[in-house]
């Protein structure tokens, strides 16, 4: 199963996490989310989103780029 991705990256927040969000709540439980984002607080905000809503979170960096690969709980 591939995962969906979001490009938020060149976003400020909140929007990478509104983003987030708003195709998190049309996923089916077990589907994995990545997530592209740039702004440094999308480091923070998305695992904290994550973590309060029962969803796994593991990030990278690659040359600036955040990459999130959630999973919904």
Same mark, same amino acid.
């Given at each position: #199963?591939t =995962?969906?991705t979001? $490009? %938020?990256r060149?976003l400020? +927040?909140p929007?990478? /996490?509104? *983003? &987030?969000?708003? *195709?998190? %709540? %049309?996923?089916?439980? @077990?589907? #994995?989310?990545t /997530?592209l984002?740039t702004?440094? &607080? =999308? *480091? !923070?905000d !998305?695992?904290?989103? +994550?973590?309060?809503h @029962?969803? $796994? +979170?593991t990030?990278?960096v690659?040359n $600036? /780029?955040?990459?999130?690969d !959630?999973v919904? @709980?």
């Amino acid at each position: #199963m591939t =995962a969906e991705t979001i $490009d %938020a990256r060149g976003l400020k +927040c909140p929007l990478p /996490v509104l *983003r &987030m969000e708003k *195709r998190l %709540a %049309a996923l089916p439980p @077990g589907r #994995m989310l990545t /997530v592209l984002a740039t702004d440094p &607080m =999308a *480091r !923070i905000d !998305i695992p904290l989103y +994550c973590r309060q809503h @029962g969803h $796994d +979170c593991t990030h990278t960096v690659e040359n $600036d /780029v955040l990459r999130f690969d !959630i999973v919904k @709980g």
